[in-house]
Nanobody
Framework: QFKLVESGGGLVQPGGSLRLSCTAE????????IGWFRQAPGKAREGVSC????????NYASAVTGRFTISRDNAKNTVYLQMNSLEPGDTAVYHC?????????????????????WGQGTQVTVSS
């Protein structure tokens, strides 16, 4: 059974950094486009970033552009989200998701409906 597992969340002060990881069980991530989404308390889930199967295509929400970087290491079956200059507004549960088809590029909107599999999420809290 294909399963996504996120890790790396935690409590960090404003301006700090965290690196989230998304790994897979039951299949390799090579065959999937991967997205990161987040949901803050009382708010709808929103797209953060995505990366294409090859890793050559990426996209970022405007709120995180310049601060977050997505990457993938297919040899380790892992996708990373490096988050720098964290702000209290980044506090949320972060989920990774996998899409067997689809396209990730700078001009393609991040859409939850494109993704077939979802992880349980990891909590990120930015607070002093």
């Amino acid at each position: 059974q294909f399963k996504l597992v996120e890790s790396g969340g935690g409590l960090v002060q404003p301006g700090g950094s965290l690196r989230l990881s998304c790994t897979a069980e039951g299949d390799t991530l090579d065959y999937y486009m991967i997205g990161w989404f987040r949901q803050a308390p009382g708010k709808a889930r929103e797209g953060v970033s995505c990366i294409s199967m090859s890793g050559r295509g990426t996209n970022y929400a405007s709120a995180v552009t310049g601060r977050f970087t997505i990457s993938r290491d297919n040899a380790k079956n892992t996708v990373y989200l490096q988050m720098n200059s964290l702000e209290p507004g980044d506090t949320a549960v972060y989920h990774c998701a996998a899409a067997a088809t689809g396209y990730c590029a700078a001009y393609v909107p991040l859409r939850q409906d494109d993704y077939d599999y979802w992880g349980q999420g990891t909590q990120v809290t930015v607070s002093s």
